[in-house]
């Protein structure tokens, strides 16, 4: 069984940074595509980054030139470094991994929340 424990949020002011992890364990064989996703209330869970084995990354455009995700593939690892954070993104911040292990699994992190307020 593949686990994901997240870290990282809290409270930061607008203008603000802050870096979330997520490390993944358990019988992994490989990880695939790693990425984070966020859920504000009343909204659905969207899409903020992903990056690829390979390292290819993509962005929600509402986060372009602000977050930047990384992956540590030795570590079984992913981050979002959050800079110039804004109000509107305050969510619960979930990371994804897909791999196998050796079956194919598609977990989610427990969730971490980010607040943005002055």
């Known amino acids: 069984q593949v686990q994901l424990v997240e870290s990282g949020g809290g409270l930061v002011q607008p203008g603000g940074s802050l870096r979330l992890s997520c490390a993944a364990s358990?019988?992994?064989?490989?990880?695939?595509?790693m990425g984070w996703y966020r859920q504000a209330p009343g909204k659905q869970r969207e899409l903020v980054a992903g990056?690829?084995?390979?390292?290819?990354?993509n962005y929600a455009d509402f986060v372009k030139g602000r977050f930047t995700i990384s992956r540590d593939n030795a570590k079984s690892a992913v981050y979002l470094q959050m800079n110039s954070l804004k109000p509107e993104d305050t969510a619960v911040y979930y990371c994804?991994?897909?791999?196998?292990?050796?079956?194919?699994?598609?977990?989610w992190g427990q969730g971490t929340q980010v607040t943005v307020s002055s």
């Open positions: 994804n991994v897909a791999g196998t292990a050796p079956y194919p699994f598609n977990s």
């Open positions: 358990g019988s992994i064989f490989s990880i695939n595509a």
């Open positions: 990056i690829t084995k390979s390292g290819s990354t």
